[in-house]
């Protein structure tokens, strides 16, 4: 696969020639691209600290850093909202109520890369080391379902949704409920066959020798999966992880759709929702929002930067 | 010892359908079950909870008398699947003695009836189940309430019969798949069963496609002329598809030109296939008067589509191209480059598009603007601007364009995709194996000459991926647009995605917004497949 070189510098490390005019050009350009890719993001940044007055005449740098700004962003966007309640007497935490967007997000996304993970491993697993019948016709009909565009899908996704919601509600209460709540917002994405692809293609790999002595020493398919395969298995692990992690925090069009609150809305729609309730107002706030909502993304971005580049390279998928 | 072979077996295959059970649930419910489910709700009258079903209706509403042409041509498509199909099958039975394989053809037969049966037994269940929610609605909800209304919808009458047929179907087929078994257990006989199921299934998806839309299409024109007027879809239909297969045939004369050895035989071959692409053309001229009652808006959004990948597939690819090769050099920094121009590709729409409402606002003191009068042009409205391109520079109506608005969004959306485009280049170059550039270097080649007879060619396969990658984004493409068009330039920035949203959230029209779905998903299979012929071609796989 041409992505496997995605992580992989050109072969081209060599004594470096000395800087010629081609060569600056070239580092200008580059330099150039630099300037046009991050630069939104250093404004932003910047302007994050300013006061209103500063962002709406675009000045570049802040004359003093408003650190304030972002208390308030928390706080008016209804990012986070962390309710501590002590003992008066003794001072002991008696409940701790956490809730607000990030709070949500990192909800769904933990409960859309867990699902995911325990619904794609042992599937791929199935494909990469087994034999039974009709395995390639599933596994095409898996594949299929990948070329089918994400609008034609809405729709009957969203029906689905509401139906099981009704089903799991009589089953289970109040509580069961999809729409609004958290199964619309993780559920659909569990059985991504992106993941399963990536982990097959992973899983076929694994030496044939292992298997041979892990059935002498009397081990079945499920303990070989679990003692043998995953330990094995860290870095398309880390990818499937890191790519739902980005799908889930940049996610918009579905959660818009089966939402009707806050509960558990995502922080891309509050941070949207922000915005839209404040145009054209407090554009210090709205950009000290953005920078808390991105930070995250860019954070685990530098973390797992091989991940990041080499999954993408495989998927192209934006949400 | 055969005894605990197949237990080892079964116990093999149970094993792993229990470990793709969760998986192939989940894939069923949210992957292949909602194409057709999609088909069936855009044929229906449908907001939030199922109504009647209308036909082609919704289609006609979207695309006018295009909408039955469309199905027309569908059908004629499915009855292709089905002949191919066929003659796989018929391959298969001439490989092997016909007279034994008989049998499992019939078999096959009934197989490929029965899935269709219970087909059609789903689908007339399915409105039924969901109307559950609504019957419940306002009662105290419990599981029993649910089950009961679960158990009677199976015993409607419609569902009902539907429902003995499947039963019927699976008895034969289970009798006929334990004949073959007991008598006929050939290698082949699998394959045949097989083949002849999918041959009997396509072929009856066609007849039914067809006879759905002929039927549909003489309802439409016999309403028109109880209401005193003519529906002429059938002299369309006729019209439109000649100018079709006229200009498909042109194109394929021009190509035969162009590889025709004499200059006398290619210039009577072009001017052969001109006439043919003239006279289609005009036999397409038809075409808009089909159109004449399609939703305008669809159509629009068709159009702010096609303008909208226009304008950014050609400009992101070549930067990122560009990009690459530079990174590709001998240079230092190269990752950190790479990272960087990740960046925006990464990061939520929805922050980044704040900052690039802010560069194209419509004040004076706005980023852009500035930069504006720096070179002395007057201030612009960007985001608010719904006067084209065209008009603003005082350029004639034809050359109009897209609105302002709809321009900053391009930038905006190729601002995010170069990173990504790059980085695909980059393991494309990476790919090319040295040996090539250092022959052509020492033959003397320049460095524009490498690029253009080593580099490009040997990079076409994944210039080839990359833009289909992003034509078909271009297509589904909502985030960026939806976050970043405003009020005030109404649906001049709307692309068909997005009115397709616009549609589903505010109105509730599931159904007309499912029809329109299929529409933009019927063209991006076209334009996968043209692509692939026309483009395919042209790549070169070293």
């Known amino acids: ?51 209103l007055s500063e962002v709406n005449l675009t000045r570049l740098l802040p004359e003093n850093l408003l650190w304030e700004n972002y208390a308030t962003a928390l706080r008016r966007a209804n990012f986070l909202d962390i309710e501590v ?35 794609c491993i042992p599937a791929a697993y199935a494909f990469a080391r087994m034999n039974f019948i009709g395995r390639n016709f599933i596994f095409a009909l898996f594949l299929s379902t990948m070329m089918i565009p994400g609008i034609v899908m809405l729709i009957p996704h969203l ?10 509600e009589s089953l289970f209460g109040p509580a069961g409920a999809w729409f609004n709540n958290w199964p619309a917002l993780t559920i659909p994405f569990f059985a991504s066959v992106f993941n399963i692809f990536l982990l097959r293609q992973f899983f076929i790999q694994i030496p044939e020798d292992l298997w041979e002595a892990a059935r002498i020493d009397g081990a079945g398919h499920p303990r070989f999966l679990i003692s043998v395969v995953l330990p094995l298995s860290k870095a398309p692990i880390m990818t499937i992880v890191t790519l739902g992690f980005i799908g889930s925090w940049n996610a918009l069009m579905w959660p818009l759709l089966v939402t009707i609150n806050d509960e558990w809305r995502p922080i891309a729609v509050g941070l949207s929702n922000f915005v839209t309730a404040d145009t054209p107002g407090d554009l210090n706030l709205q950009m000290a929002a953005s920078v808390i909502t991105v930070i995250p993304i860019l954070a685990l971005y530098f973390v797992a930067q091989k991940q990041f580049t080499e999954g993408i390279s495989q998927t192209g998928i934006k949400s | 010892m055969l005894n605990t072979r197949r237990g080892r077996l079964l116990k093999e295959n149970l094993t ?55 199905f027309f041509w569908l059908a004629l498509l499915a009855f292709a699947a089905a002949v191919r199909v066929s003659r796989q099958l018929a391959k298969t039975l001439r490989q092997s003695d016909f007279k034994l394989e008989a049998v499992p053809l019939l078999v096959g037969v009934i197989c490929g009836y029965a899935t269709l049966l219970a087909l059609d037994w789903f689908f007339k269940l399915v409105p039924v189940i969901m109307l559950i929610p609504r019957q419940v609605r306002g009662q105290n909800v419990s599981l029993d309430l649910f089950m009961e209304k679960f158990g009677e919808s199976f015993a409607s009458p419609d569902v009902y019969a539907a429902g003995q ?18 008598r006929f257990r050939t290698v082949s006989s699998a394959e045949v069963i097989v083949r002849g199921g999918m041959a009997t299934a396509a072929l009856l998806a066609a007849v039914f496609l067809l006879r759905l839309t002929i039927d549909e299409t003489n309802l ?168 084209s391109i065209g008009s603003l520079l005082g350029l004639p109506d034809f050359l109009a364009g897209p609105a302002l608005a709809l321009i900053v969004i391009m930038i905006y959306s190729t601002w995010t995709y170069i990173g990504y485009d790059a980085v695909i280049f980059l393991a494309g170059l990476g790919n090319i194996s040295g040996e090539l550039y250092e022959a052509a ?8 000459r490498i690029f253009r007879h080593i580099t490009l060619p040997l990079l076409s396969p994944t210039i080839f991926f990359l833009s289909l990658v992003a034509i078909i984004g271009t297509f589904q493409a909502f985030t960026q647009i939806w976050i970043l068009r405003t009020g005030a330039v109404g649906s001049k920035v709307n692309t068909a995605s997005v009115y397709i949203f616009d549609e589903l959230q505010n109105s509730n029209r599931y159904g007309y917004a499912s029809s329109m779905a299929f529409v933009l998903f019927a063209l991006i299979l076209l334009m996968t497949l043209f692509q692939n012929r026309i483009m395919g071609r042209r790549v070169f796989y070293g």
Do not use: C
């Open chain 1, 159 to 168: 029906l689905t949704v509401i139906w099981l919601g009704r089903l799991s």
């Open chain 2, 441 to 448: 270097r020492i033959d003397g080649a320049s460095g524009w």
């Open chain 2, 16 to 70: 792993a359908y229990a470990f793709l059970a969760p998986a192939g649930v989940l894939i069923f419910l949210f992957g292949l079950f909602p194409v057709a489910f999609a088909f069936f709700v855009s044929l229906h009258r449908w907001r939030r909870f199922p109504d009647s079903y209308i036909g082609l209706a919704n289609y006609e509403k979207a695309l006018g008398n295009l909408g039955y042409i469309l």
């Open chain 2, 220 to 387: 439409a024109i016999a309403a028109a002329r109880e209401s005193g007027e003519s529906l002429p879809i059938w002299s369309q239909l006729v019209f439109v598809s000649a100018g079709i297969v006229l200009v498909a045939s042109a194109w394929l004369i021009f190509q035969r030109g162009i590889r025709a050895q004499s200059n006398r035989r290619f210039a009577l071959l072009a001017f052969g296939g001109l006439a043919l692409a003239v006279g289609g053309y005009l036999l397409m001229a038809e075409a808009p008067a089909a159109l004449a009652a399609a939703d305008d808006d669809l159509l629009q959004g068709f159009w702010v589509t096609v303008m909208y990948a226009g304008g950014t597939v050609p400009v992101q690819l070549t930067i990122g191209l560009l990009l690459a090769y530079l990174l590709f050099q001998p240079i230092r920094f190269r990752s950190f480059f790479r990272m960087v121009y990740f960046i925006p590709y990464i990061t939520p729409f929805v922050a980044t598009s704040i900052v690039f409402r802010i560069i194209f606002d419509a004040g004076k003191t706005a980023p852009a603007n500035r930069m504006l009068a720096i070179v002395g042009i007057e201030p612009q409205r960007w985001i608010l601007e719904r006067s």
């Open chain 1, 85 to 119: 309640v002590t003992h008066p007497e003794t001072g002991v935490l008696q409940s701790l109520g956490v809730s607000g967007y990030i709070w949500n997000s990192v909800r769904i996304t933990f409960i859309t890369v867990t699902g995911s993970l325990l619904v």
């Open chain 1, 1 to 51: 696969m041409a992505s496997d070189k995605a992580g992989m510098a050109p072969p081209t490390e060599a004594p470096r020639p000395p800087l010629d005019p081609w060569r600056i050009a070239i580092y200008a350009v580059l330099f150039a691209g630099v300037l046009i890719a991050i630069g939104p993001f250093l404004w932003m940044i910047s302007a994050s600290f300013m006061t």
């Open chain 2, 165 to 182: 047929m499947m039963l019927l179907g699976f008895a034969l087929t289970a009798v006929a798949l334990a004949l073959v078994v007991w």
